[in-house]
């Protein structure tokens, strides 16, 4: 909402580098310039001491916005303005008492004025701000707000502005803003990865840089992902595609014109090398007892009314070895209906996994047929709903809610395996490993779920 010749100036502290990455990455034809602050924890640190690193910068009158805060309207662009809301909570926020337009007093969090400071204010008599902030005490709480506090108390006119806003500087506060602006994208959200959409493009974060990076790689190796606009070590940018989530499509035969696409555009370009079965017995075998490991789950040795014996006991029956292939091709890595868009041209594939074992080329089609059919059964939006249920006593009982249009095309799924002389036993083995590997990210519900669910599944497999 700022006029595109603004001039930011931000200051860098905790996790600063993605800042910068996103900023310059999103937004290349804005003006930035970037303060890194030497002190932004511990002893000496505070937001007035971060505010005095840009004060070489900011010689000139300036708006200053903290970054917690979303408006609604731009701010004032003139005069010595607060912005503040008309509602208080003196415990969280700043307060202001005024007359007429000025304000009269500031009081810190644990006032009692009427109105609430939303930490965005414009200063025009910015030498006067710079005297009064660096005239404060240091302390861990010095701030804007004292600077201000002390030029309303030195007798300078301050105006305030009520203004709509919303706060994103603590837990509830962003869950309640989140709400307030309700995404239009079907998107299953992550701890360490996340989404943010623009008209015309896409961009990613991902915690990981490595990740990260052979993502942006493996773009190259696979047909039908969308154009990578840039990249930095966190963040890639793509094109928006318009289209439907493969998942939200209800026509008939999807799935199997998917998968006809899939072997004409996907899983092409074989290669084979023996080495291969060792990546296989990494991903699917070690991979799985590392991440079982350290499950807190109490083993339950009956679900759904068949004795399945303990994760050990199925785990012991299973030849890994069978599960290996020699033969890799391109591949997706996270394959699954809501990583598909349906487009008017067939279809485009995202968020695909950066390597499989130690290959960033190629990988195991088995694995991605298996996520296929994972997804199918397993709907994330289902999931999201609560439509999966848990009851935990002497047995387990565990069920959940399947989507009929899509449950009626396993079918055909399972007839292009066969049809293709490939080991159906196998993809369905290696769907619920997948289920078996998902349980340990996630937590509370959905993990003993997912566990128990997962050990259902191997046993119905693993059964003579």
């Not at 996790?15 to 996103?22: A, H, I, P, W, Y």
Request: aromatic share 12%; glycine share 6%.
């Amino acid at each position: 909402m700022y006029p595109v010749d603004t001039t930011f100036v931000i200051t860098l502290g905790h996790k600063g580098e993605l800042v910068r990455e996103f900023l310059t990455l999103a937004y290349p034809n804005r003006s930035f310039t970037f303060v890194i602050v030497d002190n932004y924890e511990g002893p000496g640190s505070s937001l007035g001491y971060s505010i005095l690193q840009a004060r070489h910068l900011l010689q000139c009158p300036f708006v200053f916005h903290c970054c917690d805060t979303i408006l609604t309207k731009p701010p004032p662009t003139f005069g010595n303005v607060m912005c503040v809301a008309s509602h208080t909570d003196s415990v969280s926020y700043t307060s202001i008492d005024v007359d007429v337009d000025a304000v009269t007093a500031v009081h810190m969090k644990g006032g009692n004025g009427k109105f609430s400071y939303i930490g965005v204010s414009h200063i025009q008599n910015y030498l006067d701000f710079w005297e009064c902030l660096s005239a404060c005490e240091a302390s861990s709480s010095l701030s804007d707000v004292h600077a201000l506090q002390r030029m309303v108390e030195s007798g300078l006119f301050v105006n305030y502005h009520i203004m709509d806003f919303y706060d994103t500087g603590n837990i509830a506060s962003y869950s309640k803003t989140k709400k307030a602006f309700p995404s239009t994208h079907s998107v299953l959200e992550k701890n360490d990865e996340s989404l943010c959409f623009f008209p015309d493009r896409v961009i990613k974060f991902c915690a990981n840089s490595s990740t990260n990076l052979k993502r942006v790689e493996r773009s190259a190796y696979i047909s039908g992902t969308p154009s990578i606009l840039g990249s930095s070590d966190h963040f890639m940018m793509m094109d928006f595609v318009k289209g439907t989530l493969l998942s939200e499509c209800t026509h008939y035969g999807e799935v199997k014109n998917l998968l006809e696409w899939a072997k004409r555009s996907l899983w092409v370009d074989s290669q084979t090398n023996p080495a291969f079965r060792d990546t296989c017995i990494s991903f699917y075998k070690d991979k799985t007892f590392l991440r079982i490991k350290d499950l807190k789950i109490v083993d339950k040795h009956t679900v759904n009314g068949l004795h399945t014996g303990s994760i050990t006991d199925l785990l012991a029956t299973i030849d890994f070895s069978q599960l290996t292939t020699d033969t890799f091709y391109r591949f997706h890595g996270d394959f699954i209906l809501d990583n598909i868009i349906k487009t008017s041209e067939g279809f485009t594939l995202i968020d695909w996994r950066h390597e499989f074992g130690d290959q960033i080329k190629h990988g195991d089609m088995y694995y991605d047929l298996a996520k296929l059919r994972h997804n199918i059964i397993f709907n994330h939006k289902n999931i999201t709903n609560g439509l999966f249920e848990i009851h935990e006593g002497d047995e387990v009982v565990v069920d959940l809610k399947c989507n009929y249009m899509l449950i009626r095309q396993l079918e055909e799924l399972d007839q292009f395996v066969l049809d293709n002389n490939l080991d159906l036993k196998k993809v369905k083995l290696l769907m619920s490993i997948i289920w078996l590997n998902m349980a340990p990210l996630y937590t509370g519900k959905l993990q003993v779920f997912l566990y128990f669910f997962a050990k259902f599944n191997l046993f119905l497999q693993l059964r003579p």
